[in-house]
């Protein structure tokens, strides 16, 4: 079983930083890709940033510049770096795990990041 383990959101003020962790325990298959998402209230999920086992990785376009993703190898551990936040980063942000380009086939429990003004 497949296990999601993320950490490191909370309360941040505005132009602050946060670093989120996520934790891959239990995956029997070759991970592909491996990211993370937000959910704010009353908004859709949208893509903030994923790694792709090529070393290639995508960004939301609205932490470009901002947030940086990477990974540890050794331990199946992805991290967000957010620096420069702002208000409207504020949102439940979710780890997800795929085993090919395009599928989000697992995913975290999510970890609540709030960025005060």
């Known amino acids: 079983q497949v296990q999601l383990v993320e950490s490191g959101g909370g309360l941040v003020q505005a132009g602050g930083s946060l670093r989120l962790s996520c934790a891959a325990s239990?995956?029997?298959?070759?991970?592909?890709?491996m990211g993370w998402y937000r959910q704010a209230p009353g908004k859709q999920r949208e893509l903030v940033a994923v790694?792709?086992?090529?070393?290639?990785?995508d960004y939301g376009y609205s932490v470009k510049g901002r947030f940086t993703i990477s990974r540890d190898n050794g331990k199946n551990t992805v991290y967000l770096q957010m620096n420069s936040l702002k208000p409207e980063d504020t949102a439940v942000y979710y780890c997800?795990?795929?085993?090919?380009?395009?599928?989000?086939?697992?995913w975290g429990q999510g970890t609540q990041v709030t960025v005060s003004s």
């Open positions: 997800a795990l795929g085993y090919d380009a395009v599928s989000n086939d697992r």
């Open positions: 790694w792709h086992s090529d070393g290639s990785t």
């Open positions: 239990g995956s029997r298959f070759r991970i592909y890709r």
